[in-house]
T-cell receptor, first 113, second 113 residues
Framework: QKEVEQNSGPLSVPEGAIASLNCTYS??????FFWYRQYSGKSPELIMF????GDKEDGRFTAQLNKASQYVSLLIRDSQPSDSATYLCAVNVPRNTGNQFYFGTGTSLTVIP | NAGVMQNPRHLVRRRGQEARLRCSPM?????VYWYRQLPEEGLKFMVY????????ESGMPKERFSAEFPKEGPSILRIQQVVRGDSAAYFC???????????FGSGTRLTVV
């Protein structure tokens, strides 16, 4: 079982709509959760992180965490063509050697003008 | 404040040669991570280092691959006797602590011909 699972997509939404990206994780000991955005040919960049159950909002982005369901999501409101990218979910899991990050394979998002 | 610096950006090697990838973490960051990303795939963890110590190398192939993070200078990922399957983007990330989110470098794209 993979540590982090994401639907690879592609996910297409019209400009101005809400894009919803989902991620599940397998280790209940996971402590913190991150969303990265990666444009084609570029490196991942951190968008948001969340530690506690519930919602966390930052501008047009909202991260949602449900530890009981082992589920984390990212909502993008008023989607723009510039949001078209691959979104990577990452989970921080304590290990004997220190915390370890696990990444999902990413969801490709296309925002259609 | 310079970000994570990786060089070279692009590296072409013939089969059997050695590839040496360098990573300078952000100022104040003492945790360095190396990831490999194949086309259409997610980020695969390779190795986690702190200054002069390999903390976790569970994702690194046992043969031909090695990593170091000396007391002075950048972290080095070394691939000996490269093969075509080593062609990928290699990303370095750093963080100030074991709990923090990563900051990624721009990556080194290795092509083995």
């Amino acid at each position: 079982q993979k540590e982090v699972e994401q639907n690879s997509g592609p996910l297409s939404v019209p400009e101005g709509a809400i894009a919803s990206l989902n991620c599940t994780y397998s280790d209940r000991g996971s402590q913190s959760f991150f969303w990265y955005r990666q444009y084609s040919g570029k490196s991942p960049e951190l968008i948001m992180f969340i530690y506690s159950n519930g919602d966390k909002e930052d501008g047009r982005f909202t991260a949602q965490l449900n530890k009981a369901s082992q589920y984390v999501s990212l909502l993008i409101r008023d989607s723009q063509p510039s949001d078209s990218a691959t979104y990577l979910c990452a989970v921080n899991v304590p290990r004997n050697t220190g915390n370890q990050f696990y990444f999902g394979t990413g969801t490709s998002l296309t925002v259609i003008p | 404040n310079a970000g994570v610096m990786q060089n070279p950006r692009h590296l072409v090697r013939r089969r059997g040669q050695e590839a040496r990838l360098r990573c300078s973490p952000m100022k104040g960051h003492s945790h360095v991570y190396w990831y490999r990303q194949l086309p259409e795939e997610g980020l695969k963890f390779m190795v986690y280092l702190q200054k002069e110590n390999i903390i976790d190398e569970s994702g690194m192939p046992k043969e031909r691959f090695s990593a170091e993070f000396p007391k002075e200078g950048p972290s080095i990922l070394r691939i000996q006797q490269v093969v075509r399957g080593d062609s990928a983007a290699y990303f370095c990330a750093s963080s100030p602590s074991v709990k923090g989110g990563y900051t990624f470098g721009s990556g080194t794209r290795l092509t083995v011909v």
